[in-house]
């Protein structure tokens, strides 16, 4: 696995992300402090596997946020915190406040504006981490013309192309669901297609995961 020993993973993102975690900090300790969705369960398999490499995570997440609410605590909550690897998981709510706050357009975070604040936001830590994994923004639904999704799909390709530029490991979340959804209906992971239960976080986990080379035997 490409993560090292002794290595501080900072997970951070929006609801998907939160689940609960603890405040202010989401360490690892006390117990579920880490939240119950896919950080919490990423780290519990780091340790499993690898119990003598003393990962330590954390899971900064916030319910609500986008990339612009990233950017005012990025200091605080990622700087100062001095992650040795970071994973960056947000977008979500940039595109689905266009549809449920049309009215709302100062909160409004159109996809010139996503690109470039999470590009800079990139390029100010890179040089301080030993690794970076972007994840996609998704949402659970098959029919890629729906405008949710319609939307959805730029904000992705937007991140792909960002890990690209600064050659990051990029996680296609959207990608991950796609695949599940030709065997089963979105409601089987998420009851408003975004919020997953606990099979929709631990698809996250596997994607997470392989794409750090976890070795899983």
């Known amino acids: 696995m490409i993560i090292q020993p002794n290595s501080k993973l900072l ?41 003598a490499h003393n990962f330590r995570v954390f899971n900064m997440g916030i319910n609500g946020n986008t990339v612009m609410d990233l950017k005012a605590r990025w200091q605080t909550d990622v700087l100062d915190l001095k992650p040795d690897w970071l994973s960056i998981c947000i977008g979500i709510n940039d595109v689905w406040l266009q549809f449920a706050r049309p009215q709302m357009t100062e909160k409004h975070i159109r ?53 690209e530029k600064h050659q990051a490991i990029f996680v296609d979340t959207q990608a991950v669901f796609d695949a599940l959804l030709t065997q089963t209906h979105s409601s089987a992971f998420a009851w408003d297609r975004v919020h997953s239960n606990q099979a929709g976080h631990m698809a996250l986990v596997r994607a997470f995961l392989q794409s750090v080379g976890y070795e899983w035997e």
């Open 11 to 51: 997970m951070i993102g929006d609801s998907i992300t939160d689940c609960g975690r603890a405040r202010p900090v989401g360490d690892m300790w006390p117990k579920g402090a880490l939240g119950d969705g896919y950080v919490g369960f990423v780290a519990a398999l780091l340790d499993a596997r690898y119990p």
């Open 111 to 163: 996809l010139d504006v996503y690109t470039r604040i999470l590009d800079e936001l990139v390029t100010e830590t890179k040089p301080m981490l030993r690794g970076l994994i972007l994840m996609s923004p998704y949402y659970i639904e098959p029919n890629r013309s729906e405008p949710v999704r319609a939307i959805m799909d730029t904000y992705g390709t937007a991140v792909r192309q960002i890990a």
